[in-house]
């Protein structure tokens, strides 16, 4: 399995998608979006390009649960957040938590 | 949803064959929630920014992929990358000399406006000002500049250094458009009798013999004993023409500087603006047609291109080898796709697995189409390092003329098309293996490569036949033992046949010397020869002869055979000795001794033919013999002579020997006669030896091609081969079948290459003007020859049939 590096901050907001559930890529993107508050708007090659990425990391897989045939087409990949992606974002997490409480010393929060 | 999916289609095929779908559906939903404008935008800008990391992570992939690849046939790999590098670096070595002459730069502003006149009649004996009015009359000339080129002796008295110089008119510069780099140039009225003691030094000069002192503008300098006043300094690398080292404004006031040689005196122009050279030459024809050459059935008047005119012969001889490499290339290509046929053949069941997974073939060509360009590049980067080295050698082979215009690989011509060519080879052979893997192309590459081999083969063995053929010319005399030294007495006050004579008796005390004797022009001198027309019996025209003027013992000195009557003595005057061809046109050696030559114009001392000597080719070893007539020099008060010194001498004494009688006399070029035959065969010996490199080069490339060829069909054809053995089949009938499954290709190339080999040597005699091909003919034994290799290296390829085991191969059935 390929080394995890740092996490972009969108693939930081794909896993965070992902700890509530299995989703396809455009609902990544529109949570992502409504997240951010449109501040972060994967286009399709940017949002896959990372799906892509965290696959080949172990951090995310391709779920084979799929909902309802009426509801679902057959053309989506869902994808799920696997133990490593837990780790990697929690890190993550706490990377930044101490990137704040390091700043706040200096400057005012 | 157009421009999404153009921008689709743009993404490296693995991710586009992974993602499209999803990617497709997701810009539909966005299309519908952010209207057309935002999503096109979004569009663009996700795909500006994310395609290259994109498609470089996958290159990166597939390059990989293709490094495991080659790293399973080493061999093949090995002998497919360097026969491309080879011929990428040859022509791209080839291409820079090309470009050096046709597309570089010349140091000259609006460089095709210029124009070279090669017989000069515009009226620059009769003035300045008469220059000036046929100029302001021309219907074709909006400015015109003259110059003469010459040795000139350098520095004060004493100094033996030879410069080369051009004495030019005023507006030499300002008609080149060539500001100087350092001073001024000519002011208009300084090529004016009185006013043209001033001169510009080129850079080279003002770095070497002065350290690159500016002080230098306002002093004066010597050359040929008279004193110039320093105006300027040419830009550096500027030495046209003939590599002048400086330029003195001296064309209107001629006798003012001596001068050591033949000079001639040459014409540019340029021309009106918008005017273009089928017009300009047709108003000069026109012009031309009024004077003494438009008259002259041999001396054509011509105007052309100054960049045509500076490249020369030289040009036509680097387009021939341009041509060549190119059919090298080719050759080159076609063993690089014959190698990838044969290594993506052996992967086709990998490839079908990938498909039958889910792979689309639009990856696979993807990959295939990678590792090809990675292929070529590869080549085109050893080429390159191949190329700085044929560069060099090619450089030294330059002619005078064009030799400012050096060799630059760092030009971004000649290095885009060294990279433009590598990508082609590998993007074309990449494309062969993705549209048909079958046997069609490679028989056709097989017809391609036989045919440009034995085309290629037959024009090198023309070469060396008539390199050969001139290495064995008897130029008439003989070389072996004979020294030369260059003498120049211009501008010196000495007595010049009196230091003649002391310099023949200092050559003749030292310890060796068996034969001396002087000469104004040397046999196969580049610095030219006079001449002089003669009304001759056999003939109404009057016949051009070379006139040499030598002392006597000239003719023992380089032996040649004296036929009749006697040579020349310290007291002749007025005599001459003729050659045979010159006697022959007098009907024979008994009637043209004892005559009186009838020069034209007439001159009353017209000499009397004393002796009759065997033909020597004076001017070229490839040209024929031309009629010469010899006259005493002692007699001619010659300020520049030869001395030719026959025995087993060192140079450096007969050196010192003639600077003792007079320091001031410059002696230069002190050498053996040979090396002036040496040096006729230098560029003849280049061309045929780079020929005979291209044409062994192309044929082992070929024969590696059809051993590849055969090997793949016995390959391919193993089962069926072992069927055959196991029903009777021997050995030989299945060497023969194999064969014979090539055999088509390989005949049809022999016979392309040998109906191809008409218009080559058309185009070889079009191009090499130099007149040292031998007469061309019917060539069978190219084709034999080649046909004879082919046939070698099928019995080679087709031995393993013998080693074959059919139990081995048929034991699933």
Not at chain 2, 532 to 546: K, L, T, W
């Amino acid at each position: 399995m390929p080394e995890v590096k740092d996490l972009s901050p969108l693939a930081f907001h794909i896993l965070l998608s992902l700890l509530d559930g299995e989703r396809h890529g455009y609902a990544l993107k529109r949570e992502i979006s409504a997240r951010t508050g449109n501040k972060l708007v994967p286009g399709p090659s940017l949002l896959y390009g990372n799906l892509n990425r965290l696959l080949e990391q172990g951090l995310i897989v391709e779920s084979g649960d799929r909902p309802d045939a009426h509801l679902d087409d057959e053309r989506r990949r869902y994808y799920a957040i696997t133990p490593e992606g837990i780790d990697a974002v929690q890190a993550e997490a706490r990377k930044m938590k101490e990137l704040v409480r390091l700043a706040g010393a200096y400057v005012a929060l | 949803m157009w421009l999404f999916e153009v921008l689709l289609r743009l993404y490296p095929a693995g991710f586009r064959a992974e993602y499209g779908d999803s990617m497709r559906l997701a810009a539909r939903e966005d299309l519908a929630e952010s209207g057309w404008l935002i999503f096109a935008w979004r569009m663009l800008t996700d795909f500006a920014m994310n395609w290259p990391n994109l498609l470089l992570t996958e290159l990166w992939q597939d390059s990989r992929d293709a490094c495991r690849n080659w790293a399973r046939h080493r061999l093949t790999t090995l002998i497919a990358v360097l026969s491309l590098a080879v011929a990428i670096g040859t022509s791209t070595a080839v291409f820079s000399s090309v470009n050096a002459m046709l597309f570089r730069d010349l140091p000259f502003a609006k460089v095709d406006e210029l124009v070279m006149l090669n017989y000069h009649f515009a009226p620059i004996f009769k003035g300045k000002s008469a220059v000036e009015d046929w100029v302001r009359k021309s219907q074709y000339l909006s400015s015109s500049l003259s110059y003469s080129t010459g040795s000139f002796q350098f520095g004060e008295p004493g100094s033996s250094l030879q410069v080369k110089g051009a004495e030019t008119t005023a507006n030499f510069f300002t008609v080149l458009g060539t500001p100087v780099w350092l001073g001024r140039g000519f002011l208009p009225d300084e090529d004016v009798p009185g006013k043209t003691d001033v001169a510009v030094i080129s850079h080279g000069l003002f770095e070497q013999a002065f350290g690159g002192d500016r002080s230098i503008l306002g002093r004066t300098v010597t050359i040929q004993h008279r004193k110039l006043l320093v105006i300027g300094v040419a830009p550096p690398t500027f030495d046209y023409p003939s590599g002048a080292s400086f330029w003195p404004p001296k064309m209107f006031d001629w006798d003012s500087l001596p001068k050591t040689g033949v000079t001639f005196q040459m014409t540019v122009g340029r021309l009106k603006p918008g005017l273009n050279i089928d017009s300009a030459q047709s108003a000069f024809w026109a012009e031309a047609s009024q004077t003494m050459y438009g008259q002259s059935a041999t001396m054509k008047p011509n105007l052309m291109l100054l960049r045509e005119a500076i490249a020369g012969t030289a040009l036509q001889s680097s387009l021939l080898l341009f041509a060549s490499v190119l059919a090298i290339l080719w050759i080159a290509c076609g063993n690089l796709a014959g190698f990838l046929l044969s290594n993506f053949a052996s992967r086709e069941r990998e490839f079908r697995t990938r498909i039958f997974l889910g792979a689309r073939r639009g990856r696979i060509w993807q990959q295939i189409l990678t590792e090809c360009t990675l292929l070529g590049l590869l080549a085109g980067s050893f080429g390159f390092a191949l190329a700085i080295v044929a560069t060099r050698w090619l450089a030294a082979y330059q002619s005078p003329e064009a030799a400012f215009m050096q060799f630059e690989l760092l030009d971004w011509r000649v290095l885009g098309f060294g990279v433009g060519s590598a990508i082609l080879c590998g993007l074309g052979c990449g494309a062969i293996v993705c549209l048909s893997g079958g046997w069609r192309w490679r028989h056709a590459m097989t017809i391609a490569q036989v045919a440009l081999a034995g085309v290629l083969l037959g024009l090198s063995s023309r070469m060396t036949e008539s390199l050969l053929h001139l290495q064995r010319v008897q130029p008439g005399f003989d070389t072996q033992g004979v020294w030369t030294a260059s003498i120049s007495l211009a501008g010196t006050d000495l007595e010049r046949t009196d230091y003649l004579k002391r310099s023949l008796e200092r050559a003749r005390q030292l310890p060796g010397v068996v034969d001396v004797t002087a000469v104004d022009y040397l046999p196969l001198s580049k610095g030219g020869f006079a001449g002089n027309s003669y009304r001759v019996p056999s003939r109404h025209e009057p016949v051009f002869a070379i006139v040499v003027d030598t002392a006597p013992g000239y003719f023992q000195t380089v032996q040649t055979k004296l036929l009749a009557g006697r040579d020349f003595n310290e007291s002749d005057a007025r005599v001459a000795i003729v050659t045979q061809d010159f006697a022959d046109l007098y009907g024979g050696v008994q009637q043209v001794l004892g005559r009186k030559l009838e020069t034209v114009p007439a001159d009353p001392d017209s000499p009397t033919v004393i002796g009759v000597v065997e033909s020597t080719r004076f001017v070229k070893l490839s040209a024929k013999a031309s009629p010469i007539v010899y006259k005493p020099i002692l007699k001619r008060d010659r300020s520049f002579f030869a001395l030719l010194v026959r025995g087993s001498i060192q140079p450096n004494d007969l050196g010192a020997a003639l600077r003792a009688i007079d320091p001031s006399v410059p002696v230069y070029d002190i050498k053996p006669l040979k090396d002036r035959i040496t040096d006729q065969l230098k560029r003849p010996t280049y061309l045929a030896a780079i020929m005979s490199f291209f044409g062994i080069f192309s044929v082992v490339l070929t024969l590696i091609q059809v051993f590849g060829a055969c090997l793949l069909q016995l390959e391919q054809r193993r089962k069926e081969l072992a069927i055959r053995i196991s029903l009777g089949a021997t050995v030989s009938l299945l060497r023969r079948f194999i064969a014979g499954k090539l055999a088509y290709p390989i005949w049809i190339g022999l016979i392309a290459g040998f109906v191809l080999r008409w218009p080559a040597d058309q185009l070889l005699e079009k191009m090499l003007t130099e007149e040292f091909l031998a007469a061309g003919g019917i060539d069978w034994v190219s084709p034999s020859l080649m046909g004879l290799m082919v046939a070698l290296v099928l019995m080679l390829a087709t031995r393993g049939i013998a080693l074959l085991d059919p139990w081995k191969h048929l034991k699933a059935e």
